[in-house]
């Protein structure tokens, strides 16, 4: 009697164990599937803004070049908005190549390395990166702040802090890309995904 106790105790336990295994598989997909669908909805934003701040310099750089040869005079501040709007185009930019796997580095690295062994070096490079970018991301986030204690201005009544804010937004956003892609390597590590996505162009007509 005991040992049919005890044979009815281990089969309720191998059945439990078998429900929840479905059930935290199905959690993982769909906690999966919401970091998918907020990192398409972010790259959107991304490549918004990105056209709008190349928008914006193309119009103040033509701008100031007519006013100069036509009416001899120019905008005070457009030269420095320009400048500054370099900045917002080499972030997003650079985000949302670190999102297409485009980085130098990882475009070279998928032509030397043998296939068999590009996760294991896309998970390196990945991981390295997403290290450097959250220090980056600290040391901006410093230089942002002592600009804010400043209260410099950079033309009318915008402070310098408000303008600059973008390096921390942007390291942030490139560390936040480089930790999708580190979930990538894992999943075709360990045969979750198909290693086509590693590849640098697999967001042509794709999506993560």
């Not at 009697?1 to 199905?26: F, I, S, V, Y």
């Not at 959107?44 to 750089?61: G, P, R």
């Not at 985000?95 to 998928?110: C, Y």
């Amino acid at each position: 009697m005991l040992a049919a106790c005890d044979l009815k105790d281990a089969l309720t336990l191998k059945n439990a164990l078998n429900t929840q295994k479905p059930r935290e598989g199905a959690a993982m997909s769909t906690l999966i599937a919401c970091l998918s669908r907020f990192e398409s909805g972010l790259a959107i934003i991304e490549k918004t803004l990105l056209s709008i701040s190349l928008i914006i310099m193309l119009v103040l750089a033509s701008l100031q070049v007519i006013l100069r040869n036509v009416f001899n005079s120019g905008l005070d501040s457009a030269g420095i908005i320009v400048q500054h709007l370099v900045l917002y185009l080499l972030f997003f930019g650079a985000s949302l190549s670190t999102r297409a796997r485009r980085h130098l580095q990882m475009d070279v690295s998928s032509k030397l390395v043998p296939k068999r062994f590009r996760p294991v070096i896309s998970l390196i490079i990945d991981s390295f990166s997403c290290a450097v970018t959250i220090l980056l991301l600290k040391a901006a986030f410093r230089f942002v702040m002592d600009e804010k204690m400043s209260q410099s201005v950079l033309f009318a009544n915008v402070e310098t802090w408000m303008v600059i804010a973008i390096m921390p937004i942007g390291f942030l956003l490139m560390s936040f890309r480089f930790f999708i892609n580190i979930l990538d390597d894992l999943f075709v590590l360990f045969g979750k995904k198909d290693a086509s996505i590693l590849e640098p162009n697999h967001f042509e007509g794709a999506q993560h």
